[in-house]
């Protein structure tokens, strides 16, 4: 299993109808094939700036792998993540 | 449910007997009442560089904060993570 996380910032206003807009057309990626355990989350530690988090698991790499070139994905990226999103990490873990 | 997570770097070698044993003695932290889905992880993301993570779950923010000052998580903190741990970010997510 591979958990692959993000945890970002808006250009948009908290609360506002593009926020909204922008974590709906997330929901997107969880029909994605091979995309397992799709989770939209609010940040809410102090300790960092960010205020959003998707958290999704794959399979394996082949399933990741899939997952970051198939047409959805790409097409969100290019079309919300990129215009949309002020800052990220990407943090990705596998169990010990 | 509150998701606490932690992505961390050691001042150990990686592999090293001592990187083990500050591993080993993470498990502590899951008999702490309240802790429920306890992750040691190995992060494997390019887009950063931590190399390991912790992953709980709470049920609410009295069950976080009892832990936090639980007698097991201060001495985690104060015998092992203070000596041992280089760089760190803690990211803390609730379900939207």
Same mark, same amino acid.
């Given at each position: 299993?591979?958990?692959?996380?993000?945890?970002?910032? *808006?250009?948009?206003? #908290?609360?506002?109808?593009? &926020?909204?807009?922008?974590?709906? #057309?997330? *929901?997107?990626? !969880? =029909?994605?094939? =091979?995309?397992?355990?799709?989770?939209? *989350?609010?940040?809410?530690?102090?300790? +960092?700036?960010?205020? /959003?988090?998707?958290?999704? &698991?794959?399979?394996?790499? !082949? !399933? @990741?792998?899939?997952? +970051?070139?198939?047409?959805?994905? &790409? #097409?969100?990226?290019?079309?919300? /993540?990129?215009?949309?999103?002020?800052?990220?990490? &990407?943090?990705? @873990?596998?169990?010990?």
């Amino acid at each position: 299993m591979i958990r692959h996380t993000v945890a970002f910032t *808006l250009r948009h206003a #908290a609360g506002s109808p593009e &926020e909204r807009a922008f974590l709906d #057309a997330a *929901l997107a990626l !969880a =029909g994605i094939p =091979g995309v397992e355990r799709f989770e939209r *989350l609010r940040q809410v530690s102090a300790k +960092n700036g960010f205020s /959003w988090g998707f958290s999704m &698991e794959f399979a394996d790499e !082949a !399933a @990741y792998g899939a997952y +970051n070139v198939h047409p959805v994905h &790409e #097409a969100f990226v290019r079309e919300r /993540w990129v215009p949309e999103v002020a800052e990220f990490m &990407e943090i990705d @873990y596998v169990a010990i």
